[in-house]
């Protein structure tokens, strides 16, 4: 009895220090975000810093960190149940080290970090071409709508709703891709992060058209996110809003 109440304490306590280890991530990754993420503009005014076009490496690898934190901040609070469900599993088959339940989230961030760097890529493109000034809202008429379209489109391809899927059922991920030790922690991982990138980075773009440092939009991605995983799918939440961000790029284009 003793021994079986010792061994309930010690699953309670790994479980509650791998909630709070990540419910601090996902906090410090929002408190960085809401302080200003890092951007330290010296006699810069707060305009001049978010319409600069002239970007140095320095510049370039402050936008990187400010993106990859920004998708931590999103994407790690959709991905805890996964991580949750992967550490009793893990558990169930007698090899549940903490470590690889860290493993497996730092896979699945990396993903997000190799989205973040061709974030940057193409936030740079776009402010080169006078299109978007730095973190500002997207200026162009035309752009604005193509942006606005082309995420309502993608909502209702099949490539999507493959993805979300996986996604939307971890039990299912995890039977389905299940793998031993540090390394199967790690593949598993990826494989996560590439599933959720496919399901969301053109949601992610859309941070372009509201302002990328704009944090009621960040904020409303990343309800839009938790919803679109945990709403059943028979609700057809995606296509529902699918239809509304082309009608809503048709309005801006049109108007």
Not at 103 to 114: N, S
Not at 138 to 146: A, E, M, R, T, Y
């Amino acid at each position: 009895m003793l021994l079986a109440l010792s061994k309930l304490n010690l699953i309670v306590s790994k479980r509650f220090f791998i909630i709070a280890c990540f419910m601090f991530v996902i906090i410090m990754s929002w408190a960085y975000l809401l302080t200003g993420a890092g951007m330290s503009m010296g006699s810069m005014t707060m305009h001049e810093f978010m319409t600069q076009a002239q970007w140095g490496p320095h510049y370039a690898l402050i936008m990187f960190i400010m993106w990859w934190v920004m998708m931590v901040a999103m994407m790690l609070p959709s991905a805890l149940p996964m991580v949750l469900i992967f550490n009793t599993l893990n558990k169930k088959m007698g090899t549940g080290h903490t470590l690889t339940v860290f493993t497996f989230a730092t896979a699945y961030l990396l993903v997000w970090g190799g989205f973040s760097v061709l974030a940057t890529a193409a936030q740079w493109a776009l402010v080169q071409y006078d299109l978007l000034a730095t973190m500002s809202p997207v200026g162009h008429k035309l752009f604005s709508s193509i942006i606005l379209v082309s995420g309502g489109v993608f909502q209702l391809t099949p490539f999507k709703e493959a993805c979300l899927e996986k996604c939307r059922s971890p039990l299912m991920f995890l039977s389905e891709n299940w793998a031993k030790g540090i390394k199967g922690s790690f593949t598993m991982g990826l494989k996560h992060g590439l599933f959720c990138l496919g399901c969301c980075w053109f949601l992610m773009s859309l941070l372009f058209y509201g302002g990328v440092m704009n944090l009621l939009w960040i904020i409303g991605l990343t309800v839009f996110v938790l919803l679109e995983k945990l709403i059943p799918p028979g609700f057809y939440f995606s296509k529902i809003t699918g239809v509304l961000l082309i009608g809503w790029g048709a309005i801006i284009l049109i108007f």
